[in-house]
């Protein structure tokens, strides 16, 4: 059983999800700058000494654009259930600014991917690691049902083609989702999972854009526009055939364009787990629900630490003093003002309180079709030791939604 390749989105099946508007390309591309690259490590060798064994897994790259070191972006976090692991989630709470892209991996390889980081972030920018040094933002989920995981499977090529795809990919259509770069050996709600996204624009005219990494959950709690398709589904594999845990984590990243201070962020990112409930998550023991929200709407331009100003270019005015040494640093509440393309900062204040709740919308109505998206995307995926995620039957759940529709309206 797999997936029909004439449905791959959720607009494939002829539904809506939410009330909002998508962007152009209904993905986290229609975030200016922004871009997703994949490197997929997908193997079938002996295990050692012959070979490397099984690997079905993969590095994925989200890059908010601009230099992220010299510019970083405010930045918050929330854990619906901690089973996992983020690397600079801790820093990004302190000082409210992402300041790498983010990276997204296999829960074995999430060291190999921080060393990789920091040295093809070292090669860009000569200030890393001699003015001050970084955090790579490295968040993993665990693919061992389908990925031999006693192996190091990534290397630093691997990084390496992600984050240079991720770089090419700003201003280009939706990334390629399902079993892809880091979503290669994931597992969702009983059928394949892997990478998806998805956006939603606001009244502000500003981009919400969602991009997610599924591991989690159980079929007969799959659920799609209110419909319990899992339930109606058929039964999953035979007891002879082993069916992937249901706690197994599920990675969401959320890139604005909106002027948003770090509050605000950890506010939006919240919201992911809204959308994860309504695809039928509930933050399983096992399971990792890790959040990221970054606002590229303000930047905060990276001082040493001497009490420099930043200043508005395009004004001659002053803006609130940002600046960072070794003891940290962040965004004041008004954020320092946003870097333009040309580095030069714009005076702009940043949206708060009740203003938020169209973004807070947009957070999990594209979070709730991400999800879905990542599955759709998928096709039947067999790993290690014979283990086999199944794609979800698209044209099966097409035909489901489409009596549950007729049932409503008579």
């Given at each position: 059983?797999?997936?029909?390749?004439d449905?791959?989105?959720?607009?494939d099946?002829?539904?809506?999800?939410?009330i909002?508007?998508?962007?152009?390309?209904?993905?986290?591309?229609?975030v200016?700058g922004?871009?997703?690259?994949?490197?997929?490590v997908?193997?079938d060798?002996?295990p050692p000494?012959?070979?490397?064994?099984?690997?079905?897994?993969g590095?994925?790259v989200?890059?908010?654009?601009?230099?992220?070191?010299?510019?970083?972006?405010?930045?918050?976090?929330?854990?619906?259930?901690?089973?996992?692991?983020c690397?600079?989630?801790?820093?990004?709470?302190?000082?409210?600014?992402?300041?790498t892209?983010?990276?997204?991996?296999?829960?074995m390889?999430?060291?190999?991917?921080?060393?990789?980081?920091?040295?093809?972030?070292?090669?860009?920018?000569?200030?890393?690691?001699?003015?001050?040094?970084?955090?790579?933002?490295?968040?993993?989920?665990?693919?061992?049902f389908?990925?031999?995981?006693?192996?190091?499977?990534?290397t630093?090529?691997?990084v390496?083609?992600?984050?240079?795809?991720?770089?090419?990919a700003?201003?280009g259509?939706?990334?390629?989702?399902?079993?892809?770069?880091?979503?290669?050996?994931?597992?969702?709600?009983?059928?394949?999972?892997?990478?998806?996204?998805?956006s939603?624009?606001?009244?502000s005219?500003?981009?919400?854009?969602v991009?997610?990494?599924?591991?989690?959950?159980?079929?007969?709690?799959?659920?799609?526009?209110?419909?319990?398709?899992?339930?109606?589904?058929?039964?999953?594999?035979?007891?002879?055939?082993?069916?992937?845990p249901?706690?197994?984590?599920?990675?969401?990243?959320?890139?604005?364009?909106a002027?948003l201070?770090?509050?605000?962020?950890?506010?939006?990112?919240?919201?992911a787990?809204?959308?994860?409930?309504?695809?039928?998550?509930?933050?399983d023991?096992g399971?990792?629900?890790?959040f990221?929200?970054?606002?590229?709407g303000?930047?905060?331009?990276?001082?040493?630490d001497?009490?420099?100003?930043?200043?508005?270019?395009?004004?001659?005015?002053?803006?609130?003093?940002?600046?960072?040494?070794?003891?940290?640093?962040?965004?004041?509440?008004?954020?320092?003002?946003?870097?333009s393309?040309?580095?030069r900062?714009?005076?702009?204040?940043?949206?708060?309180g009740r203003?938020?709740?169209?973004?807070f919308?947009?957070?999990?109505e594209?979070?709730?079709?991400?999800?879905?998206?990542?599955?759709?995307?998928?096709?039947?995926?067999t790993?290690?030791?014979?283990?086999?995620?199944?794609?979800l039957p698209a044209?099966?759940?097409?035909?489901?939604?489409?009596?549950?529709?007729?049932?409503r309206?008579g």
């Amino acid at each position: 059983m797999g997936n029909d390749a004439d449905v791959t989105r959720v607009a494939d099946l002829g539904i809506k999800i939410g009330i909002m508007p998508a962007g152009p390309t209904a993905s986290i591309a229609d975030v200016p700058g922004v871009g997703v690259g994949h490197a997929t490590v997908w193997r079938d060798e002996p295990p050692p000494p012959e070979g490397r064994g099984i690997a079905r897994t993969g590095v994925t790259v989200l890059d908010p654009g601009g230099n992220l070191f010299a510019s970083p972006v405010p930045a918050g976090g929330a854990a619906l259930n901690g089973a996992g692991e983020c690397t600079g989630f801790l820093a990004a709470a302190e000082w409210g600014l992402a300041e790498t892209p983010v990276f997204l991996t296999s829960t074995m390889q999430l060291g190999r991917v921080y060393d990789a980081a920091c040295e093809l972030l070292i090669d860009e920018d000569p200030g890393i690691g001699a003015d001050d040094v970084i955090i790579p933002i490295v968040a993993e989920c665990d693919d061992s049902f389908l990925t031999d995981a006693r192996r190091m499977q990534v290397t630093k090529a691997d990084v390496k083609t992600a984050l240079d795809a991720a770089r090419a990919a700003a201003g280009g259509p939706a990334p390629p989702e399902g079993a892809v770069g880091a979503g290669t050996g994931m597992s969702c709600l009983g059928f394949k999972g892997g990478i998806g996204t998805a956006s939603r624009l606001t009244p502000s005219g500003h981009v919400v854009g969602v991009l997610v990494m599924t591991n989690f959950g159980r079929q007969d709690r799959l659920t799609i526009d209110g419909v319990p398709v899992g339930r109606l589904l058929p039964p999953p594999w035979s007891d002879a055939q082993p069916v992937a845990p249901p706690g197994g984590s599920c990675i969401t990243a959320i890139v604005t364009d909106a002027p948003l201070d770090s509050a605000a962020c950890v506010r939006l990112a919240r919201r992911a787990g809204l959308g994860l409930a309504r695809t039928g998550s509930t933050g399983d023991h096992g399971s990792g629900e890790i959040f990221l929200a970054l606002a590229t709407g303000l930047r905060a331009p990276r001082h040493a630490d001497d009490g420099a100003t930043a200043t508005n270019a395009a004004s001659g005015a002053e803006g609130t003093d940002v600046t960072r040494g070794a003891g940290g640093g962040g965004v004041s509440s008004w954020g320092g003002g946003p870097t333009s393309a040309a580095g030069r900062l714009t005076a702009l204040s940043p949206i708060t309180g009740r203003d938020l709740d169209p973004f807070f919308a947009a957070a999990v109505e594209a979070t709730e079709e991400a999800v879905l998206n990542s599955m759709l995307a998928a096709p039947t995926v067999t790993g290690r030791d014979g283990n086999t995620s199944r794609g979800l039957p698209a044209a099966e759940v097409k035909a489901l939604l489409h009596a549950a529709y007729l049932a409503r309206l008579g």
